[in-house]
Structure formats: structure tokens, C-alpha cells
Antibody
Framework: EVQLLEFGGGLVQPGKSLRLSCAASGFTFSTYAMSWVRQAPGKGPEWVSSIMGSGESPFYADSVKGRFTISRDNSKNTLFLQMNNLRAEDTAVFYC?????????????WGQGTLVTVSS | QSVLTQPRSASGTPGQRVTISCSGSNSNIGSNTVNWYQQFPGTAPKLLLYTTNQRPSGVPDRFSGSKSGTSASLAISGLQSEDEANYYCSSWDGSLNGPVFGGGTKLTVL
């Protein structure tokens, strides 16, 4: 059974940094693209970033490009999201998801989410 | 606002057939397939349909999808009370180089 467990959310001031982690199990982690998807309160999901199984070719939504960095450690089956220069509009539940959101690679498993609140 | 447009709400009675629409553009639905996600309050979204009309293992065949031009639809037949949830459409957007979502439709079973 696929399991994705996110860690690292919390309350942070605008302009500060936060690092999210996602521990994966139940599948061959290194062979799948992984993504971060966020959902602001009362809104639909918003794709944030994806990374291929090898760790190459990360890609980002325009709203986070230059501020967020996705990475992975395939030896530890863990996905990361380094978030810098956080803004109030980044406040959301952040989900780790398996896949990169296309038809051939939909988000077929999701973690339970971790809440990031950016406020002074 | 969201790139894909969905009605904010839909409703039906048990046993009825309901459809939820999703409107996009040539850069997303017009040139790519559509995925649908189901989300219950306080939980993570769950994949409901992929590549427009394929069901993951465990999803009942009451759920079906279709696409025409730049619009897509999710149909739920034999509506059940446990189908009351939020439904989101999603499609790859070639201009944005990433997946986009709709704002979601809250389905109420009367």
C-alpha cells in the first residue's frame, strides 16, 4: 500500500523559510515522478512543483519559481520542498503526491497534507 | 481564479444521474486528457478518473468521464449519499508546462 507522510509545516513569518519533507513507502520510489500540490483554505488544489524519478528536470509553477526548490533522496525514499521568501499567499495545506499530474502520470496517491501558515 | 472553470455546486437525489462540467482552453483540455479528483472535507483529494475516462482500481463504474473540444464532464449515475463531496477537474497545460485544476464543484445529495 502506498503511503506518503508529510512533515515540516507550521507558522512562519513572511520572508522566512521552511522545509517540507515527505516520507514515501509501499512503492519503488526512485521510479516515479513526485510532486507537491497545495490547497489554500476553501480553494481548489494548485500544483506547485514536480521532479522526475532520477531527480532530474524539476519544474515549478510560476507562482513559486525562484523561491521554492524541490529535491529528493532516493536512498531514503524522501521528497523535499525548500520554501524561501515565503509570502502570505503561500498559506495552504501542502500535499505530497505521486505522479506529475498529466494523464499518463496523474496524482494517483496523496499524503495527508501539512499546513503552512505564513503570517506575522 | 482557477484556470479550469467548474460550477460551484451541483445536486441530485439518490439514484439520479448528475453531471459536472469543466471548461478550459486549447492549451489544456483542448489538447490533453482530463483527470478528476474527489475530496471529502478534511481529507486529501483522491484520484477518481484519469486520461478522461479511465477508473483506478476500486472506483465504481457509476463514475464516468468524457471530453469534447475544450470542455470535459464527469457523470455520476445511481447517485448515492456517499458521493457527497467536492470534485475537481485537472488537465496538463502546455502553455504553463504543468497541470492546472478547476475551482471545484460541491456535490450535494438531497
Amino acid at each position: 500500500e502506498v503511503q506518503l507522510l508529510e512533515f515540516g509545516g507550521g507558522l512562519v513569518q513572511p520572508g522566512k523559510s521552511l522545509r517540507l519533507s515527505c516520507a514515501a513507502s509501499g512503492f519503488t520510489f526512485s521510479t516515479y515522478a513526485m510532486s507537491w500540490v497545495r490547497q489554500a483554505p476553501g480553494k481548489g488544489p494548485e500544483w506547485v512543483s514536480s521532479i522526475m524519478g532520477s531527480g532530474e528536470s524539476p519544474f515549478y509553477a510560476d507562482s513559486v519559481k525562484g523561491r521554492f526548490t524541490i529535491s529528493r533522496d532516493n536512498s531514503k525514499n524522501t521528497l523535499f520542498l525548500q520554501m524561501n521568501n515565503l509570502r502570505a499567499e503561500d498559506t495552504a495545506v501542502f500535499y505530497c503526491a505521486k505522479g506529475y499530474g498529466s494523464g499518463r502520470s496523474p496524482f494517483d496517491s496523496w499524503g495527508q497534507g501539512t499546513l503552512v501558515t505564513v503570517s506575522s | 481564479q482557477s484556470v479550469l472553470t467548474q460550477p460551484r455546486s451541483a445536486s441530485g437525489t439518490p439514484g439520479q444521474r448528475v453531471t459536472i462540467s469543466c471548461s478550459g482552453s486549447n492549451s489544456n483540455i483542448g489538447s490533453n486528457t482530463v483527470n478528476w479528483y474527489q475530496q471529502f472535507p478534511g481529507t486529501a483529494p483522491k484520484l477518481l478518473l484519469y486520461t478522461t475516462n479511465q477508473r483506478p482500481s476500486g472506483v465504481p463504474d457509476r463514475f464516468s468521464g468524457s471530453k469534447s473540444g475544450t470542455s470535459a464532464s464527469l457523470a455520476i449515475s445511481g447517485l448515492q449519499s456517499e458521493d457527497e463531496a467536492n470534485y475537481y477537474c485537472s488537465s496538463w497545460d502546455g502553455s504553463l508546462n504543468g497541470p492546472v485544476f478547476g475551482g471545484g464543484t460541491k456535490l450535494t445529495v438531497l
